[in-house]
């Protein structure tokens, strides 16, 4: 049977913090899904489409990397999908206790999906998507925190913009 895992997120943008959890959590897995989660309350800044060109640029040639974007509960797209993980990557005690939560009440909902915690390197801990879009937003440096593709994207419609 595959291990076939899934990592949720909205990945607005897509972080450093983000590929350190992805690159490390490869080796545990046969194949990681990248979900996109739609949340129609929500108004991102990046389209759906845009992230998951970004993702599938910097994961281009990885074979056990799959990226789609999905609507609903997270446990039902995983039964979609044939996985049995969930991974969230954990910056502090804080991003525990809160995942914790979603955890267990997805295991009530499905005792199939297990979830798998992996903290992120301490370089990459006060990396989150919502202060990286404060500083794009304001036109801060905000290449620092991104993978390369992102970062040359971004920059590139910053330009074209002025």
Not at 19 to 41: C, K, Q, S, W
Not at 81 to 88: E, K, S, T, Y
């Amino acid at each position: 049977m595959q291990r076939i895992c899934l990592f949720p997120g909205t990945f607005d943008p897509v972080t450093l913090g983000h590929t350190d959890i992805i690159d490390r959590a490869l080796p545990l897995f046969d194949e990681l899904v990248i979900g996109i989660g739609v949340n129609a309350g929500k108004e991102p800044m990046f389209s759906v489409e845009q992230r998951v060109e970004w993702i599938k640029e910097i994961y281009r040639g990885q074979s056990s990397i799959r990226v789609t974007a999905y609507e609903g509960l997270t446990v039902n797209f995983c039964k979609q999908i044939g996985a049995r993980f969930i991974l969230r990557g954990i910056r502090y005690v804080s991003d525990f206790e809160y995942e914790k939560a979603i955890a267990d009440i997805n295991r009530k909902m499905e005792h199939e999906v297990e979830t798998i915690f992996l903290t992120c390197s301490p370089e990459y801990s006060t990396i989150a998507s919502t202060l990286v879009r404060d500083v794009i937003r304001h036109g801060g440096p905000a290449e620092q925190f991104l993978p390369d593709p992102v970062a040359a994207s971004i920059v590139a419609a910053a330009k074209n913009k002025k």
